[in-house]
């Protein structure tokens, strides 16, 4: 008898169908699956035998094949064994083949027939409502997660058993609720913590404001890693669409197992990371940190401490916003639209430029510029210099907190908005070449400022378009429809490695 079940392979971090073809044929006793499974997908033969007979169920003494199609994917991980075990129990009739058509069934089983947590419910469960299946099967652990997904009625079950009886017509288990864990009160990073530091505070508004890309240099000690680790206090919320497209990644890759992510993510790699692990890779692929900071920071502290191939690998998903791995003749593209964020030491010592503490030789400096790719600080946006606040600073009252930037930025987004409606872009950051010559327009003195920089070598072509989206989002932030020279001047200077004290305009 040969029976049908529909499940989802995980593709980088797209859903992929999968049919599960069982089929029971008189002969000697054999469990034989094909279709292109890995090691995991192969050790689950016992898996699948164990877990049905303590079930309660029979494990037909026959000839068993299960195919999983189409057989060019190859199939990864544990989460096939919930389908391949229902596709034996319908094949041996001991569940109704015919009600499986409107099912979709993942999760990987123990040798006890529970339904273990299995990462990537919610990937699954877009593939469900793609492929216009109207149930799916998960494990309890993650049907809050899958239940995300509209027009999908998800049933979370705890066991082999309770799946089988699902499918047989008893009424499926309601969702469980979400968990009442008391929190424990944490201090968020907020920006009434600053004293000074007048301009990267105007570099972190500007670059929460329009999405852009940020480096901090400075000594040790100065406040680069605490601005830095703040900047997230002042970015806009996200939409629902990005939102679960946030969580969809977190959850293929392991690290989320209830619910939607709220807030924008925020990464930190240690400087030892790989470039494999920096944006992606591996065998089969997995999402690197650059996608776990999709609609997010992602932030390098001790830029300058990176490998330089690492770096390097940063440069094309930065423009693309996207990164293609390709493995064994796939090719696999994770998103990668993030805000990145560095900050480095001047010299080895981290003092060039402050006093007479330095005492780096010239070697020791060209060794140093060496280390941070030139490609790659080309498409920072804000290059900003943070000087050590004085003692009357550090005894002043805060000049700002996150709430009121907030409003700034909400407001400054929204303009962008509305005037990006339309286009593939978010936020001024996003803006191509073409986008800009439509959406930048500036007044006269803006013109002649940037055509001076431009003219005495301080900007190469990259560099002017990037300084035209930050003024851009200068102007949005003063409320200006049209680019003015004020606004330039702030987006140059802010990208020369020295610190502007412009404030933003009321």
């Known amino acids: 008898m040969l029976a049908r079940v529909a499940t989802f392979a995980i593709d980088g971090v797209e859903p992929r169908q999968v049919w599960v073809e069982v089929d029971i044929r008189s002969g000697l006793p054999s469990f034989t699956i094909v279709g292109l499974g890995d090691a995991a997908i192969r050790e689950s033969r016992d898996r699948i035998r164990s877990a049905i007979l303590n079930s309660g169920f ?15 994917l190859r199939k990864v991980g544990p989460g096939f064994d919930a389908a391949l075990a229902i596709g034996v129990l319908a094949a ?3 569940v109704p083949d015919q009600a499986l058509s409107a099912y979709a069934v993942f999760g990987e089983l123990s040798l006890g027939g529970e339904l273990r947590d299995s990462p990537g419910a919610l990937a699954v469960a ?100 605490m601005l830095a680790r703040r900047l997230p206090s002042i970015l806009p919320a996200m939409t629902r669409a990005e939102a679960i497209e946030v969580t969809r990644i977190h959850s293929v890759a392991g690290i989320h197992a209830d619910g939607l992510i709220a807030a924008r993510p925020f990464r930190a790699p240690h400087h030892t990371i790989s470039a494999a692990g920096l944006v992606g890779g591996g065998f089969p692929p997995r999402p690197g940190e650059a996608t776990l900071a999709h609609h997010g920071v992602l932030f390098l502290d001790e830029l300058s401490e990176f490998q330089r191939s690492s770096l390097d690998a940063l440069r094309q998903p930065l423009e693309d916003g996207g990164v293609t ?170 990208r020369q490695r020295a610190g502007a004290d412009a404030t933003l305009a009321a």
């Open 58 to 72: 029979e494990f037909p003494a026959t000839r068993i094949t299960a195919n999983l199609a189409p057989a060019f």
């Open 92 to 94: 041996s009739g001991q």
């Open 126 to 225: 877009e593939g469900a409502r793609g492929a216009g299946l109207a149930r799916l099967i998960v494990p309890r652990e993650r049907a809050r997660e899958a239940a995300l997904v509209d027009e999908v009625a998800v049933v979370g079950v705890g066991s082999l058993r309770a799946a089988a009886e699902v499918v047989r017509g008893s009424d499926p288990p309601a969702l469980p609720a979400a968990p009442n864990r008391p929190r424990p009160a944490l201090h968020e990073p907020d920006l009434i913590d600053v004293r000074g530091h007048a301009a990267p505070l105007l570099a972190l508004a500007i670059a929460a404001a329009g999405g852009h890309n940020l480096l901090l240099e400075g000594a040790p000690g100065t406040g680069k890693t």
């Open 325 to 494: 791995i390709v493995r064994g003749q796939r090719a696999l593209v994770f998103p990668t639209r993030f805000m990145l964020v560095a900050a480095t030491n001047p010299c080895p010592c981290g003092f060039a430029g402050v006093d007479d503490r330095c005492g780096c030789g010239e070697a020791d400096l060209r060794r140093h510029r060496r280390r941070l790719s030139g490609p790659l600080l080309d498409r920072m946006d804000l290059l900003v210099d943070v000087r050590r606040p004085d003692e009357r600073d550090l005894r002043s009252p805060p000049s700002t907190s996150s709430a009121d930037l907030r409003a700034q930025v909400r407001e400054a987004r929204e303009r962008q908005q509305r005037r990006l409606a339309g286009s593939s872009a978010r936020c001024n950051g996003d803006m191509d070449v073409r986008l800009v010559r439509a959406q930048v327009r500036l007044d006269s003195a803006a013109e002649q400022a940037l055509a001076q920089a431009y003219a005495v070598g301080a900007l190469s072509a990259r560099g002017r378009h990037r300084v035209l989206r930050v003024a851009r989002t200068i102007a949005d932030l003063r409320r200006h429809d049209v680019v003015a020279g004020d606004d330039v001047l702030t987006a140059l200077s802010l």
